[in-house]
């Protein structure tokens, strides 16, 4: 059934609608507004979650307790962790880039659903500011962004129902964005264009999504359980009542380990698209990174237990998780060998783009060479709930989340602004970052083994000298933000002028003026039916050559 | 470059491509139940596992009273079957008998939730008393809840299909389409949770 | 020639700042290893380190040798070579990491075997004071196969471990007293059956390398052999409260006479 829907449907009040600035501060329906409200939006939350884990290197610089109270540090730890996955990384990775580039990619002038897509953002600023505003009220949650009961259930009330009302929000925002990629990816590609043509971010979205329609109501029906034992005095988890709180943990898990994967896929698709344009070579082996997309997807389903497996879990299942966990470590070691063979050979730009996918490359395979390692029930009981893990995971998150953000930001940058950005203090901005980051975290890693568990106010005196180089480490990411704000800043106003493509790409939101059109292209929407056909030439004169030298 | 071929369609199906673009409402529906599905999948599953690892008190009550449930379901069976036949009648263009089902439909609905009130004040357990008790009234209340944002959503199909020149005709199903849709859906919800929670 | 002044500074961030980590494992890797557990730790975390190294190194070395051969040098403005893919290439670094991944699964299978992590939690041969037979024991480590002594094992000694905000309270049965600080016999099997009394709290000796979440209404057991005198701290490993960084206590491995000395100066019941 084909009923007559105006392609955008911001058209029919395109007399309402704010222009220029002011309307990133609408009910915008356009996806490429939508995108940037997302990533401009999601970066201020960055901010914020970046001061807290200041706050928290600061208070570790010394081994006893004395930069801020107590409970105030837990709030602090449980507002840094929940900001940066929920406000930071999984709306920009998810909804900045998704929603601008996934309408470009399959040739729509819009998502399935923009109305549902402009409620799906504007559910996330509310969300955000009341999880940071109940700190100022009666104190935020204390109990960890993984809100274990019991504890959830006997710290203050008051921060622990904000936190859980501000992550529903964003588990329905995430919700309505799964389902609106899902829509686009399978329902609006463009007419001659096929599934295995797409740029590898579609793919990426489409095994994101699935995890986030599949995943998040779970961890939404636990949230409101756990409220119910707050307010309502049940007892679903409170063991006092009766309660089992190893459900809870499973129930939690069930959204949280494929929320890793909510927060990389789409990383891992961005970089496929940023490598082989830079590196002006063909992604390398798309088909078998379309089926380990999927494999990822799949297995990310199935693992969630090997976060608790110190909890009370019997051997068996700590055995089938444990082979489970590890096999994840096939597909995506095949992701990575790909963009290995994809940069290899190539005519490799060494711009801030790419430094910055090289970098995320490099830091996620020792965060996935510490995950294989954790995966193993015997490894982990030593270092579960330590500083190992916390190493572990910033690896994953930021080493590869982040990273990938920054990445995709000096890459698309011109492609949102007209203007590009400054080289030379991108480059500054990745050495400050990867260098910083590698000192603040690394050395987490033996912290962990030896004796300092995670989410401490005050630990053994003989850590003090690398927790303090921890902290330098801290210092010099909180550094590198500077320059990139400046550049940002700076570029939008008197940076170069991109023009249409400056980077010679492939993929359809290149073949567009920067920034586009509000209907994406002016004309048509073109057919690319091959978006990683770099060095057809070079084929080609190699051709000729052979057949002149035939003659 | 050689990969980006014009468009090959003739001029009138590009207009037809740029004007009209299919509904994907349902399509997004049948993804939101699926992730709805979920949740009521996470109730289950803790409900499961707590009756397999929770011993429970003495006191605590295990066996329901079956006839007022076995009657909800019938309801609700009987609703989605009549909500089939409002669905029926406006293919066939008969609003009239479409705004009848459609009612017949709501009052099996609101019968079901009146069912389920009588149901739950002869209970001899609240809430709080023990954790089969706050499940109970967690997984049949959040069903609950379903049934009677499902009753509104009939009613205000049943209404737009009385305005004259309506919202809702044979050429414009959705409204309708989505409410039975949902509705089918919250019915099989029940349906499992019946089994779960008084069979088994 | 390219001055590659961006490839030289990245090249030298990346190796100091591996270099750092090199040095900081090479200071020291893993605490004093003090109990039957630990040197079959230190067996898997060797394997799996060694496996990692090989893995980083070559991913790493990979990644930095493409940015410097294969980088763009000035003037050339052609793309590089069309490969889309190399099925044999393929399939080899689908199998090679397949079957890596298969092997350390099985490896450290064996391992927590032989920790005792399979084996069934018994707890009622270790002569605790049960409630009620019924009751449910969830997760922990067995005796470690390890000790093939049968006789040891029945020996072992029942300890009830209570934790709560913000101590853990160790019980001795067999004495009926209860201690703040947890005296073991070296070379005896302890047997511990831990609970919490109000959230969760996780029982950790980083020496021993063994770690078991302390659960509230759950009753979960962990068996350990010290295998050297000495002090080691036990931490707290989940977020407990405010104080949770502070909640520690001290493990104390005693030559057994000692140990029989603090034990029958705590005693309230005559030892026969």
Not at chain 1, 82 to 89: E, K
Not at chain 1, 346 to 373: D, E, M, P, R, Y
């Amino acid at each position: 059934m084909t009923i007559t829907i105006p392609p955008k449907s911001n058209k029919e009040s395109e007399g309402l609608q704010p222009k220029g600035f002011l309307r990133y501060f609408s009910f915008s329906l356009d996806h490429k507004v939508i995108g940037i409200q997302y990533l401009v939006c999601g970066f201020l939350f960055y901010l914020v979650g970046g001061a807290l884990a200041s706050a928290i290197r600061i208070e570790l610089t010394s081994p006893i307790s004395d930069f801020m109270p107590r409970d105030v540090y837990n709030q602090v730890l449980t507002l840094h962790g929940t900001i940066m996955i929920f406000l930071w990384i999984v709306p920009v990775v998810n909804g900045a880039f998704g929603n601008y580039l996934i309408p470009f990619y399959v040739g729509a002038r819009d998502m399935a659903f923009p109305r549902l897509n402009a409620v799906a953002f504007w559910l996330i600023p509310p969300a955000g500011l009341m999880l940071i505003s109940s700190y100022f009220i009666n104190g935020a949650a204390q109990s960890g962004w993984t809100a274990y009961p019991p504890l959830s259930i006997t710290t203050p009330a008051a921060g622990q129902i904000i936190w859980i009302l501000s992550v529903l929000l964003l588990g329905g925002s995430s919700i309505f964005g799964g389902i609106n990629f899902i829509a686009t990816i399978l329902k609006l590609r463009r007419p001659g264009l096929k599934l295995m043509q797409l740029p590898m971010y579609c793919w990426a979205m489409l095994g994101t999504s699935i995890l986030v329609v599949l995943s998040t109501p779970v961890l939404a029906g636990t949230l409101i359980l756990l409220s119910f034992d707050i307010v309502a005095h049940t007892g679903f988890f409170n063991p006092t009542l009766g309660g089992n709180v190893i459900v809870y943990q499973h129930l939690f898990w069930f959204y949280s380990h494929p929320a890793v994967y909510i927060m990389v896929l789409p990383a891992f698709g961005l970089v496929s698209e940023i490598l082989p344009i830079h590196s002006r070579k063909p992604l390398f082996g798309y088909t078998t990174m379309v089926y380990s997309i999927m494999a990822i997807v799949f297995l990310g389903l199935i693992v969630w237990a090997h976060h608790m497996f110190t909890s009370g879990t019997p051997p068996w299942m700590r055995l089938f998780f444990t082979i489970a966990t590890s096999f994840i470590a096939v597909p995506t070691g095949i992701k990575f060998f790909n963009w290995v063979a994809t940069l290899w050979g190539g005519k490799i730009s060494l711009n801030s783009a790419i430094l910055f996918s090289c970098g995320f490359i490099v830091n996620f395979v020792l965060g996935g060479i510490t995950g294989v390692a954790l995966a193993q029930v015997p490894f982990d009981i030593h270092v579960h709930d330590t500083y190992f893990v916390v190493a572990h995971f910033h690896y994953i998150v930021y080493g590869g989340s982040v990273f990938v953000i920054f990445s995709s930001i000096y890459h698309w940058y011109p492609k949102f602004t007209g203007r590009m950005l400054n080289e030379k203090i991108g480059r500054i901005h990745f050495i400050l970052t990867f260098v910083g980051f590698n000192l603040c975290f690394a050395p987490q890693h033996w912290l962990g083994m030896n004796g300092m568990p995670r989410r401490v106010a005050e630990y053994d005196p003989q850590f003090t000298f690398v927790n303090q180089l921890s902290s330098f480490g801290a210092l010099l990411m909180a550094l590198s933000t500077l320059p990139f704000l400046w550049n940002v800043i700076h570029s939008s106003f008197k940076g170069e002028i991109a023009g249409e493509n400056p980077w010679q790409a492939l993929t359809p939101e290149w073949l567009t003026s920067s920034p586009p059109p509000v209907e994406n292209w002016l004309g048509e929407a073109p057919l690319v039916t091959d978006p990683y056909g770099y060095g057809k030439k070079q084929l080609q004169e190699q051709f000729n050559d052979l057949e002149s030298e035939k003659q | 470059m050689t990969t980006i071929t014009p468009i090959d369609q003739s001029p009138k199906e590009q207009e037809v491509q740029h004007d009209l673009h299919a509904d994907h409402r349902l399509f997004g529906l049948v993804a939101f139940l699926i992730a709805d599905g979920m949740t009521f999948a996470g109730f289950f599953a803790a409900y499961l596992t707590f009756k397999a690892v929770n011993p429970l008190l003495p006191d605590a009550i295990y066996e329901l009273e079956l006839p007022l449930p076995t009657l909800n379901t019938i309801l609700l069976l009987v609703s989605s079957a009549t909500f089939h036949r409002a669905g029926q009648a406006l293919n066939k263009s008969d609003s009239k008998s479409c705004q009848k089902w459609l009612l017949i439909t709501a009052s099996l609905g609101l019968a079901f939730l009146a069912s389920q009130m009588v149901e739950y004040f002869t209970l001899p357990f609240g809430l709080t008393d023990n954790l089969y008790a706050s499940t109970f009234y967690a997984l049949t209340g959040f069903h609950g809840l379903h049934v009677t944002l499902g009753a509104f959503m009939i009613l205000i199909v049943w209404w737009q299909s009385r305005q004259p020149g309506g919202r809702i005709t044979s050429q414009n199903k959705f409204p309708l389409e989505a409410a039975e849709l949902y509705w089918h859906f919250v019915d099989g919800i029940w349906v499992i949770l019946f089994i779960i929670l008084y069979l088994v | 020639m390219l001055k590659p002044s961006a490839i030289i500074t990245l090249l030298v961030s990346i190796s100091l700042a591996v270099g750092g980590v090199w040095i900081i494992y090479n200071i020291n890797l893993l605490p004093e290893a003090a109990s039957s557990n630990a040197p079959v730790y230190d067996e898997l975390f060797r394997v799996l380190f060694v496996i990692g190294v090989i893995l980083f190194v070559g991913m790493f070395a990979a990644v930095v040798y493409s940015l410097i051969e294969f980088r763009r040098r000035p003037g050339d403005q052609e793309d590089g070579l069309p490969v889309k893919e190399n099925l044999p290439l393929e399939i080899f670094w689908t199998a090679v990491p397949a079957i890596v991944v298969l092997f350390v699964g099985l490896y450290s299978y064996d391992i927590y075997d032989r920790m005792g992590g399979m084996q069934p939690l018994d707890h009622q041969n270790h002569g605790y004071s049960v409630s009620s037979s019924e009751e449910k024991v969830w997760g922990g480590i067995g005796t470690s196969s390890n000790n093939s002594n049968m006789d040891l094992q029945m020996q072992s000694l029942p300890v009830e471990v209570t934790a709560m905000q913000f101590a853990f309270l160790f019980r001795y049965p067999k004495g009926d007293f209860i201690s703040g600080e947890l005296h073991v016999p070296v070379g005896q099997t302890i047997s511990m059956r831990m609970e919490s009394n109000d959230v969760i709290h996780a029982f950790w000796v980083p020496e021993f390398r063994i770690k078991q979440d302390v659960i509230p209404g759950q009753p979960t057991i962990l068996n350990f052999t010290p295998t050297k005198p000495g002090r080691f701290p036990i931490i707290c490993a989940e977020l407990c409260g405010p104080y949770h960084g502070g909640m520690r206590s001290t493990v104390v491995v005693e030559e057994p006479e000692i140990y029989q000395d603090w034990f029958n100066k705590n005693s309230n019941t005559i030892v026969s």
